[in-house]
């Protein structure tokens, strides 16, 4: 099979904490998938955060994943080493108006929720729980954003996402979908029409981190040419956004595979914030890399991986 052939799937961890049991049931998934498929598999160092991200935990993971008996094709690509292609991006979404310099802190933010009436309550939520960004600063007269921009006040790029999706419709000729191999967390599967403005006007960068994992994700996966983005079913609604970034900015389209997710005994998803037990934890017990596959309920030979995950 010709490299242009070949399927290409990535695990992309974050290293700001440990490793737990969702991580390996992902990463081992991802692995399975491609090894069925006879594609490449590629890590990626999801680490735009510097000041949550540390070398220690990334060499931690690393050490934890290789424990596992993953094997990885090519380099490793690190995030932070390629903020000049996301940056790029950015440029380009400027370049077309898409974006625009948001300079309004939390607390603005949630006045001005508050000044609708509406109450925080009842304001609409995106699906990570956050309220939806209520539109300052969207569309200022070109005088008033010429004067804040002169204040040098710290800003976020906002991306304008009624103007985005109208225009990502009339490149693609209509509305766009995204093909879903496995499931989305209310069974979603196989075509899937974008709604993004379920997020809002979602923030593209920063000014301490020059980037958002929106925009860094959807750059990554195109210039790593992957075909096939395995990842846990949480991540299914951002899959709106990022092919809507994809169609802005003129990258290819890969098909998804979103997985289920391990929970606690309470029904939780696992959490590095919610210190959740790490893989560490039971390699610290004498626990063995097959302990881990039965306790994520994966068969210790891959070849006894079948049927949808
Ligand atoms: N870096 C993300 C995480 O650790 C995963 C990104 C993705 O797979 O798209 O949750």
């Known amino acids: 099979m010709s490299r242009e052939q070949q399927e290409v799937l990535r695990f992309a961890p974050s290293p700001n904490g440990r490793l737990h049991l969702g991580h390996a049931f992902s990463a081992l998934t991802g692995e399975r998938l491609a090894r069925a498929r006879g594609a490449r598999y590629l890590l990626r160092i999801e680490d735009i955060d510097r000041g949550r991200c540390r070398p220690d935990l990334e060499r931690e993971l690393i050490g934890d994943l290789a424990w596992l008996g993953i094997e990885w094709d090519g380099e490793i690509r690190r995030q932070s080493e390629h903020f000049g292609d996301y940056e790029r991006a950015l440029q380009r ?18 006045d ?23 539109g300052l600063y969207r569309g200022l007269p070109a005088r008033q954003l010429k004067a804040l921009l002169l204040e040098e006040r710290s800003f976020a790029w906002r991306l304008d996402m009624a103007k985005a999706k109208a225009e990502a419709e009339r490149i693609a000729g209509g509305p766009i ?133």
């Open 93 to 110: 979404l400027r370049a077309q108006n898409l974006v625009y310099p948001c300079f309004a802190t939390r607390g603005e933010i949630l």
């Open 177 to 309: 979908c995204f093909a879903e191999e496995g499931q989305g967390p209310a069974g979603e599967t196989g075509e899937q029409t974008i709604k993004p403005e379920l997020f809002g006007d979602v923030v593209l960068a920063r000014k301490d981190v020059p980037t958002s994992y929106h925009l860094a994700v959807t750059v990554d996966d195109a210039l790593q040419g992957v075909t096939l983005v395995t990842r846990g079913r949480d991540l299914f609604p951002a899959t709106h956004v990022h092919r809507l970034l994809q169609v802005l900015l003129g990258l290819p389209a890969p098909r998804y595979h979103h997985h289920g997710l391990i929970r606690d005994a309470e029904g939780r998803k696992l959490s590095k914030s919610m210190t959740s037990k790490s893989l560490r934890d039971y390699r610290d017990e004498g626990m063995g890399p097959d302990d881990i596959k039965r306790l994520i309920g994966l068969p210790p030979e891959p070849a006894a991986a079948s049927g949808r995950i």
């Open 112 to 134: 001005a929720i508050a000044e609708t009436g509406i109450g925080l309550e009842r304001w609409p939520r995106d699906p990570d729980g956050a309220p939806v960004y209520p």
